[in-house]
């Protein structure tokens, strides 16, 4: 079993960061792909960004490439979500999940373990 927490939400104004944190427990974290979803209210939950175990392939949505950026410490059991320019619609719950696919998947379907959820807020 896979324990993920998430940190790091929180209110921002127009153009400003965030860094989103998951730290992982209970599994070897490097045999793990890590991705970061997240929800908005009344819609469905949708890929940000995910990383392989080796972090050699990474997936972005198209609507955050080059805004976010995600990465991960091997060594720390922990994968980030750098988020900069956030614009109001980057409003939303934030996920992070991780899969022991053979391959990086980018549908939450993959993803066997997810966490709790972080909120962003991006509002004047």
């Known amino acids: 079993q896979v324990q993920l927490v998430e940190s790091g939400g929180g209110l921002v104004q127009p153009g400003g960061s965030l860094r989103l944190s998951c730290a992982a427990s209970?599994?070897?974290?490097?045999?793990?792909?890590m991705g970061w979803f997240r929800q908005a209210p009344g819609k469905e939950r949708d890929i940000v960004a995910a990383?392989?175990?080796?972090?050699?392939?990474?997936h972005y949505a198209d609507s955050v490439k080059g805004r976010f950026t995600i990465s991960r410490d091997n060594t720390k059991n922990t994968v980030y979500l750098q988020m900069n320019t956030l614009i109001p619609e980057d409003t939303a719950v934030y996920f992070c999940a991780a899969s022991t696919s053979t391959v990086l998947p980018t549908r939450g379907t993959s993803y066997e373990h997810w966490g709790q959820g972080t909120q962003v807020t991006v509002s004047t």
């Open positions: 990383i392989s175990r080796s972090s050699l392939s990474i």
């Open positions: 209970g599994r070897a974290f490097s045999f793990l792909h």
